[in-house]
């Protein structure tokens, strides 16, 4: 059984530093595209980042200078760097994995593993 799993969330305050990891298991995702979305209090899940197994990325236009996208195949993890943070970054963030492509795609509905989400408040 799949499971991603994913940590680092918490209140920070507005201009900090967060790490988040997913720690994927039950399935070899090192050449899958992995993703990180993130759903803010009444509205969409929004694509924030995504990266290939061979390390091609894509970022939301607003997180772009400030986020990063990084990952460890060896350990069948994916990690978000967020930097500057500010208070519509708050949301819960979540890891997603598409086992059937080997290239990014920006639709939800592509990722068929997905964790339960993270809570980050950016909040003074």
């Known amino acids: 059984q799949v499971q991603l799993v994913e940590s680092g969330g918490g209140l920070v305050q507005p201009g900090g530093s967060l790490r988040l990891s997913c720690a994927a298991s039950g399935s070899d995702f090192s050449i899958n595209p992995m993703a990180w979305y993130r759903q803010a209090a009444g509205k969409q899940r929004e694509l924030v980042a995504t990266i290939t197994g061979t390390g091609s990325t894509y970022y939301l236009n607003s997180v772009k200078g400030r986020f990063a996208i990084s990952r460890d195949n060896a350990k069948n993890t994916v990690y978000l760097q967020m930097n500057s943070l500010k208070p519509d970054d708050t949301a819960v963030y979540y890891c997603?994995?598409?086992?059937?492509?080997?290239?990014?795609?920006?639709?939800?509905?592509?990722?068929?593993?997905w964790g339960q989400g993270t809570q980050v408040t950016v909040s003074s």
């Open positions: 997603a994995a598409d086992g059937l492509s080997t290239w990014y795609s920006t639709l939800p509905r592509m990722y068929d593993s």
